[in-house]
């Protein structure tokens, strides 16, 4: 059933995406007042930027990193100290903390370059707990496990967003751009080079491809969207701390781009959608919630381990065109002697 | 045999701890030719071809490329050199596309930068739109054209192969070297491969070939090295090297010679 919703998905794409930009544009109109709602919108848009985020990493380069949250937090931070101490705007907050993360992340991808699979998912791992550290205990700089209050609401030219109603369509707003910037990227001899890497290291850099330099300006380019959100995540709440930048955090943004399906677009949007929800829905059980994220997981790898939408279901750029369903002429039981060759 | 020598290795090592690969090896390769390399397995073919494009550093010796010395270059670098490889054990980007595979050929020679991609400029659309084009007539080249738009790993075997090719040969290389092309090939594919060596000859790239075959070494090769557990015990052309004494010793057995 899901190859054929996926090949409807690919005939009527440009209809269906119009069709969710209306409804999305059109949802909080209903419930402008019903601040639970928007809040549960609100933090699915945030988590598909971070997953989106993450999975340019995990999906397309085939890097393994599970420290998304310290470069999050980098972003909240920047956005907070810009914010409180410099008088910063969320405008010129946003791409600056979007930087900011990039630079950390320089930090870490640099000498971790060459490291793979399991020893570069342990350096992801320190890392973000290293940044969440140094937040907890920088003295007067962050304030140590006191936290940042009196974020100033994001203001749009002297207007402030002060409501969740407003803060919905900010959030909206940069999710479809980090999807969007993310896309076309991604349909460049950019994205090339990484799937490229993602699938054979060393015939990428047989090609001419220098696969350490495309590494680090994979991660670079994936952590700019985390401090993106983060950044975002510091106006919402006008107070942050070195709490909210766990490592569950890091674990629960890698849960929703494995259930979305790794390497597709509409993957981690769908993750992060299924797994805001679920606990939502789920508040009885409480502090227990937490379970379901691995139960989602596990349901998610036994049924279909490539992810709801991986394997190719949504793939990018010239993606229309391919012929997934079928087999090509010629292969099969008779050996291929192809016509045209000799 | 004269003509400008694009290739040459002077007194090439390759050695792991006492295991000596390939030892002293001497080879030069001339524009325009096809050139063969055989060997027993283990002779050390294939970590001549490493350390020929980057992905092993030589123990000691030379390696000139265009009279430049490039052992130790970043394997990157051969194919912006000008210098590109397929794989003894096919390495396609299996989820791409064969077109897709192609394209990805093209990298060093594209400009578009991170700006261009996002922004859809003009460059990023002008560099899209002649890969899009170029990659199709490297796949008809190789006679791939049906298979365009089907994912790598779907393909047949041969099929595979020869898309390797397609691929390396967008980088544009001068010099090509394919490590055991028709490496489980039956004869219908193996002789289409033959064809299509020689048409990418014709268009005037030199090409370097590691094979098992043969019948295809003897057919297509202007001049074959033997390499002999690292050594290089023979070079010349078909005839010579079929009638060396210490050839036909390597591969038969010290009793025939």
Same mark, same amino acid.
Not at chain 1, 168 to 194: C, E, K, P, Q
């Given at each position: 059933? @899901?190859?054929?919703?996926?090949?409807?998905?690919?005939?009527?794409?440009?209809? %269906?995406?119009?069709?969710?930009?209306?409804?999305?544009?059109?949802?909080?109109?209903?419930?402008?007042?019903?601040?639970?709602?928007?809040?549960?919108?609100?933090?699915?848009?945030?988590?598909?930027?971070?997953?989106?985020?993450?999975?340019? @990493?995990?999906?397309?380069?085939?890097?393994?990193?599970?420290?998304?949250?310290?470069?999050?937090?980098?972003?909240?931070?920047?956005?907070?100290?810009?914010?409180?101490?410099?008088?910063?705007?969320?405008?010129?907050?946003?791409?600056?903390?979007?930087?900011?993360?990039?630079?950390?992340?320089?930090?870490?991808? @640099?000498?971790?370059?060459?490291?793979?699979?399991?020893?570069?998912?342990?350096?992801?791992?320190?890392?973000?707990?290293?940044?969440?550290?140094?937040?907890?205990?920088?003295?007067?700089?962050?304030?140590?496990?006191?936290?940042? $209050?009196?974020? $100033?609401?994001?203001? %749009?030219? +002297?207007?402030?967003?002060?409501?969740?109603?407003?803060?919905?369509?900010?959030?909206?707003?940069?999710?479809?751009?980090?999807?969007?910037?993310?896309?076309?990227?991604?349909?460049?001899?950019?994205?090339?080079?990484?799937?490229?890497?993602?699938?054979?290291?060393?015939?990428?850099?047989?090609?001419? @491809?220098?696969?350490?330099?495309?590494?680090?300006?994979?991660?670079?380019?994936?952590?700019?969207?985390?401090?993106?959100?983060?950044?975002?995540?510091?106006?919402?709440?006008?107070?942050?701390?070195? !709490?909210?930048?766990?490592?569950?955090?890091?674990?629960?943004?890698?849960?929703?781009?494995?259930?979305?399906?790794?390497?597709?677009?509409?993957?981690?949007?769908?993750?992060?959608?299924?797994?805001?929800?679920? $606990?939502?829905?789920?508040?009885?059980?409480?502090?227990?919630?937490?379970? %379901?994220?691995?139960?989602?997981?596990?349901?998610?790898?036994?049924?279909?381990?490539?992810?709801?939408? +991986?394997?190719?279901?949504?793939?990018?750029?010239?993606?229309?065109?391919?012929?997934?369903?079928?087999?090509?002429? !010629?292969? +099969?039981?008779?050996?291929?002697?192809?016509?045209?060759?000799? | 045999? =004269?003509?400008?020598?694009?290739?040459?290795?002077?007194?090439? =090592?390759?050695?792991?701890?006492?295991?000596?690969?390939?030892?002293?090896?001497?080879?030069?390769?001339?524009?325009?030719?096809?050139?063969?390399?055989?060997?027993?397995?283990?002779?050390?073919?294939?970590?001549?071809?490493?350390?020929?494009?980057?992905? /092993?550093?030589?123990?000691?010796?030379?390696?000139?490329?265009?009279?430049?010395?490039?052992?130790?270059?970043?394997?990157?670098?051969?194919?912006?050199?000008?210098?590109?490889?397929?794989?003894?054990?096919?390495?396609?980007?299996? *989820?791409?596309?064969?077109?897709?595979?192609?394209?990805?050929?093209?990298?060093?020679?594209?400009?578009?930068? /991170?700006?261009?991609?996002?922004?859809?400029?003009?460059?990023?659309?002008?560099?899209?739109? /002649?890969?899009?084009?170029?990659?199709?007539?490297?796949?008809?080249?190789?006679?791939?054209?049906?298979?365009?738009?089907?994912?790598?790993?779907?393909?047949?075997?041969?099929?595979?192969?020869?898309?390797?090719?397609?691929?390396? /040969?967008?980088?544009?290389?001068?010099?090509?070297?394919?490590?055991?092309?028709?490496?489980?090939?039956?004869?219908?594919? *193996?002789?289409?491969?033959?064809?299509?060596?020689?048409?990418?000859?014709?268009?005037?790239?030199?090409?370097?070939?590691?094979?098992?075959?043969?019948?295809?070494?003897?057919?297509?090769?202007?001049?074959?090295?033997?390499?002999?557990?690292?050594?290089?015990?023979?070079?010349?052309?078909?005839?010579?090297?079929?009638?060396?004494?210490?050839?036909?010793?390597?591969?038969?057995?010290? =009793?025939?010679?």
């Amino acid at each position: 059933m @899901i190859s054929r919703l996926a090949r409807l998905a690919r005939e009527e794409r440009a209809a %269906l995406l119009a069709l969710l930009g209306a409804a999305l544009l059109a949802f909080p109109l209903g419930f402008r007042e019903n601040n639970y709602l928007l809040r549960i919108a609100i933090n699915i848009f945030l988590y598909a930027i971070l997953a989106t985020s993450l999975n340019l @990493i995990n999906g397309y380069s085939g890097q393994f990193n599970i420290g998304q949250a310290g470069f999050y937090c980098v972003g909240a931070y920047t956005a907070a100290i810009l914010a409180t101490r410099h008088g910063v705007g969320i405008w010129l907050a946003l791409p600056l903390c979007g930087l900011a993360a990039s630079a950390a992340s320089l930090l870490l991808g @640099i000498p971790t370059a060459r490291l793979k699979g399991i020893f570069l998912a342990m350096s992801t791992l320190g890392f973000s707990e290293i940044i969440r550290l140094i937040v907890l205990n920088g003295g007067e700089f962050t304030r140590g496990p006191m936290g940042i $209050p009196g974020i $100033p609401p994001a203001s %749009l030219w +002297g207007w402030e967003l002060r409501t969740n109603f407003h803060m919905y369509y900010l959030a909206l707003a940069l999710a479809a751009l980090t999807v969007l910037v993310s896309a076309n990227v991604l349909d460049s001899r950019i994205g090339r080079a990484w799937i490229a890497i993602r699938e054979d290291e060393l015939a990428a850099r047989a090609m001419g @491809i220098p696969t350490v330099r495309y590494k680090i300006y994979n991660l670079a380019f994936s952590t700019f969207w985390a401090g993106v959100a983060g950044c975002y995540y510091a106006f919402l709440s006008n107070f942050i701390s070195a !709490d909210s930048f766990h490592l569950d955090e890091g674990f629960v943004i890698l849960g929703m781009v494995l259930v979305g399906g790794l390497g597709s677009l509409a993957g981690p949007l769908i993750g992060a959608a299924i797994l805001v929800v679920i $606990p939502e829905i789920f508040r009885f059980l409480a502090e227990y919630r937490l379970i %379901l994220y691995g139960v989602a997981i596990l349901i998610t790898m036994h049924l279909r381990p490539q992810g709801i939408c +991986g394997g190719g279901v949504m793939d990018i750029g010239d993606a229309g065109g391919v012929r997934d369903g079928e087999d090509p002429p !010629d292969s +099969g039981a008779e050996p291929a002697a192809g016509g045209e060759g000799a | 045999m =004269s003509g400008e020598r694009i290739l040459e290795t002077r007194e090439l =090592s390759v050695h792991f701890g006492g295991l000596k690969a390939v030892d002293k090896v001497d080879m030069e390769v001339l524009r325009g030719r096809i050139h063969g390399i055989i060997g027993p397995n283990g002779a050390g073919k294939t970590t001549l071809f490493n350390a020929l494009t980057g992905f /092993l550093r030589p123990t000691g010796g030379r390696i000139l490329f265009k009279g430049m010395d490039i052992a130790g270059f970043p394997s990157h670098r051969a194919a912006e050199l000008g210098l590109c490889r397929s794989f003894q054990n096919i390495k396609l980007f299996k *989820t791409m596309t064969a077109i897709e595979n192609v394209r990805v050929g093209f990298h060093h020679h594209l400009r578009t930068t /991170l700006a261009d991609a996002v922004f859809r400029t003009r460059r990023f659309r002008e560099e899209e739109r /002649l890969t899009r084009a170029r990659g199709r007539e490297l796949l008809e080249t190789m006679g791939l054209s049906q298979y365009a738009d089907f994912k790598a790993a779907k393909l047949p075997y041969g099929t595979q192969r020869r898309l390797e090719i397609a691929r390396a /040969l967008a980088s544009n290389p001068e010099l090509l070297l394919l490590d055991e092309p028709a490496a489980g090939m039956n004869p219908a594919e *193996t002789a289409e491969l033959s064809a299509c060596i020689r048409r990418i000859s014709a268009g005037g790239r030199t090409i370097v070939v590691i094979e098992h075959d043969m019948r295809l070494i003897m057919e297509i090769c202007d001049r074959i090295t033997v390499l002999n557990q690292g050594l290089k015990i023979c070079e010349g052309d078909a005839e010579t090297v079929r009638r060396d004494p210490g050839v036909i010793r390597a591969y038969l057995g010290r =009793s025939a010679g």
